[in-house]
């Protein structure tokens, strides 16, 4: 028999987030054959939101392991400053910046490393912000929306009013499927969109 289940994260899934995350890195799809370094991608999209507000990090798993997420960051600022002190020093001391004719995606995420998770403005109707991810396996059967959901009610739980996320033009699944569970558009980029959604609070 096949089940699923959303549950809160426990420290021993951060291994399972790096794999989801590899899994899904590449506008949706897996990303493994791209990188050299696995791990490179989820040291800044996931493992600092479940080690730093594990309190809204949730997975999804099939048969007991977990092969989804949904991951948030209460308060994108200070989020970003956390990391700046928490978070980001020892690997920036363990990852070189890259040299400017570096264009490989172990590259480009080594210096996103270097330049944090600083956001320009701050909007105060949205100060949250979530990543989801799920591999293949749990695609496609609603799970996605139940960990909105999921994510959804502990953020109002903290009185949070409202979230946004960043997803890139060519994760056409992704902005569909954005759309179609409440989010709508905040601003539109070269690079996407960033879509919000009012939590109601
Ligand atoms: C994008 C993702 C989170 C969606 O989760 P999912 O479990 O596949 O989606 P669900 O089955 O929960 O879909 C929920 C609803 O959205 C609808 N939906 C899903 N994809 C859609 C799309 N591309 N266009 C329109 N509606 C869509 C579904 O039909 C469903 O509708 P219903 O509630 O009326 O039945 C998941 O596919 C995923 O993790 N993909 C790979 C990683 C990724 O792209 N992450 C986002 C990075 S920004």
Same mark, same amino acid.
């Given at each position: 028999?096949?089940?699923?289940?959303?549950?809160? =994260?426990? !420290?021993?899934?951060?291994?399972?987030? /790096?794999?989801?995350?590899?899994?899904?890195?590449?506008?949706?799809?897996?990303? #493994?054959?791209? %990188? @050299?370094?696995?791990?490179?991608?989820?040291?800044? /999209?996931?493992?600092?939101?479940?080690?730093?507000?594990?309190?809204?990090?949730? &997975?999804? #798993?099939? @048969?007991?392991?977990?092969?989804?997420? &949904?991951?948030?960051?209460?308060?994108?600022?200070?989020?970003?400053?956390?990391?700046? #002190?928490? +978070?980001?020093? !020892?690997?920036?001391?363990? %990852?070189?910046?890259?040299?400017?004719?570096?264009?490989? $995606?172990?590259? @480009?995420?080594?210096?996103?490393?270097?330049?944090?998770?600083?956001?320009?403005?701050?909007?105060?109707?949205?100060?949250?912000?979530?990543h989801i991810d799920i591999l293949p396996a749990g695609q496609g059967m609603g799970w996605g929306k139940r960990l909105?959901?999921?994510?959804?009610?502990?953020?109002?739980?903290?009185?949070?009013?409202?979230? %946004?996320? *960043?997803?890139?033009? $060519? @994760?056409?699944?992704?902005? *569909?499927? =954005?759309?179609?569970?409440?989010?709508?558009?905040?601003?539109?980029?070269? +690079?996407?969109? &960033?879509?919000?959604?009012?939590? *109601?609070?």
């Amino acid at each position: 028999m096949s089940t699923f289940e959303i549950r809160p =994260y426990h !420290p021993t899934d951060l291994t399972a987030l /790096y794999r989801i995350c590899l899994g899904t890195g590449d506008s949706g799809q897996d990303a #493994t054959h791209l %990188y @050299n370094d696995p791990d490179v991608i989820g040291h800044y /999209y996931a493992a600092p939101y479940a080690v730093l507000e594990p309190e809204l990090a949730f &997975v999804l #798993t099939h @048969n007991g392991h977990a092969i989804g997420y &949904v991951l948030g960051a209460a308060d994108t600022a200070a989020f970003g400053h956390r990391c700046e #002190t928490e +978070w980001f020093p !020892p690997l920036r001391a363990r %990852y070189a910046m890259p040299a400017e004719d570096d264009t490989s $995606r172990d590259a @480009n995420m080594i210096r996103a490393i270097h330049r944090g998770h600083r956001r320009e403005e701050n909007d105060a109707a949205y100060p949250a912000h979530l990543h989801i991810d799920i591999l293949p396996a749990g695609q496609g059967m609603g799970w996605g929306k139940r960990l909105i959901q999921t994510l959804a009610d502990a953020m109002r739980h903290q009185g949070i009013p409202g979230v %946004y996320l *960043g997803v890139g033009r $060519r @994760n056409a699944n992704a902005v *569909g499927f =954005y759309q179609h569970v409440g989010f709508h558009t905040l601003q539109e980029e070269d +690079w996407g969109y &960033v879509f919000g959604m009012r939590l *109601g609070t």
